[in-house]
């Protein structure tokens, strides 16, 4: 049932994943638990860290921030091997992060990628407000700014705004991303969705 070891640690077998929208599902479910405080834990036991020793087949991939409020395991209720999850401040998409959601969706037939954006961001804000960022903070500048600049006139909290903004354009990067995401989802293998997820009520709403 297992196949060879991945650069990411084995891959399982195809028919054991789920559809993007039964995936979607899940992982809506598991917000609803987190934001009613009715949690699962599941897949945090020794037998099934012991299980995937021996290769894994997350459900669903998230990209995400790296913001400590927002660990992706927590507010989704998912355990060890449910989620193949890429952080990095703003959920932007370079070439290294882009690959390794391929990896997921080729090798490991990963059916759901989320792009999650979120409240309160205090990279998208810094950008947002026009913050001077030292080191190599400043190469993030260039990936937010488009983001803040189409909704810099919309109503609301600017970097809010643009939190879904920066979700919805990186969503559409990757669905249209050749040679490999695209046709994926072209062929109903692949769904990739944006969403934004509220500090405060827990919420993850789809965008
Ligand atoms: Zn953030």
Known sequence: MFYGMGIFGGEMGQAQMLGCDE????????????????????????????LLGGGQAPFAAILACADSRVPPEVLFDQGLGDLFVVRVAGNIINDQLLGSLEYAAVHL????????????????????????????MASLIPAIQPS????????????????REIAKMTAEQLR??????????????????????GLESGKIELL
């Open 176 to 197: 249209t991303s050749n040679p490999v995401l695209a046709p994926l989802v072209a062929a109903g293998k692949l769904r990739v969705v944006a969403s934004f997820y």
């Open 23 to 50: 995936a979607l599902a899940k992982l809506l479910a598991g917000n609803k638990r987190f934001i009613e405080g009715k949690l699962s834990h599941p897949h945090q036991d020794t037998g099934q860290r012991v």
């Open 148 to 163: 803040v600049d189409k909704v810099r006139n919309m109503e609301g909290d600017l970097t809010d705004n643009a939190a």
């Open 109 to 136: 037939h990963t059916s759901l990628i989320m792009v999650m954006g979120h409240s309160c961001c205090g990279a998208i804000g810094a950008v947002a407000q026009g913050s001077a960022l030292e080191g190599h």
